[in-house]
């Protein structure tokens, strides 16, 4: 499966990450007093990690 994995792809898939990281950094900005959730902690990290 790994190996399907072309450079395109992996760099589509990190910028992705990147954009969706800097969406959920604006957005924390703009409500501070909105703590994220255990779920919320669990999603990110999951996202992060796959």
Not at 5 to 21: G, H, L, V, Y
Not at 26 to 49: A, C, H, L, N, W
């Amino acid at each position: 499966m790994y190996e399907e994995i072309t450079d395109a792809a992996t760099a589509e898939k990190f910028r992705q990450i990147q954009e969706s990281d800097r969406i959920w950094r604006d957005s924390g900005k703009k409500e501070q007093s909105r703590r994220p959730t255990k779920k919320d902690r669990r999603d990110i990290d999951k996202f992060r990690g796959s």
